[in-house]
């Protein structure tokens, strides 16, 4: 089973599980600010959840190459929607700065 290394925490998942279920069911803080309230639950519609990964999961979906195609995100930043990636491996994940996680320059973990 592959392990999800996230802000100083590693949790053990099933291979093929989604990372946003992941993360959020061993309560790591995925969300910042007001999108742990305001988010669209996983629906790659409000790009909230986007992280830096390191490691396998699964390819884009076209409804997240959309999303974060559209501002505030930047598609040259390598990020993905932690709600439409599932774990194919060990990871290691880096959540940014910014409401949507896209200041790319400043990780918060």
Do not use: W
Not at 5 to 29: K, M, Q, S, T, Y
Not at 66 to 71: K, V
Not at 73 to 79: E, G, I, K, V
Request: with cysteine.
């Amino acid at each position: 089973m592959p392990f999800v290394d996230f802000a100083g925490h590693v949790v053990e998942c099933p291979r093929g599980a989604n990372l946003r279920v992941v993360l959020l069911r061993a309560r790591l803080p995925l969300y910042s600010g007001a999108a742990r309230a305001l988010n669209c639950r996983g629906a790659a519609l409000c790009g909230t959840c986007a992280v830096g990964i390191v490691g396998e999961v699964s390819p884009p979906t076209e409804a997240e190459r959309r999303r974060l195609a559209l501002f505030p995100h930047r598609p040259d930043t390598a990020l993905r929607l932690a709600c439409q990636c599932n774990v194919l491996g060990d990871l290691k994940v880096t959540r940014h700065s910014g409401l949507f996680g896209q200041k790319t320059d400043a990780p918060i973990e």
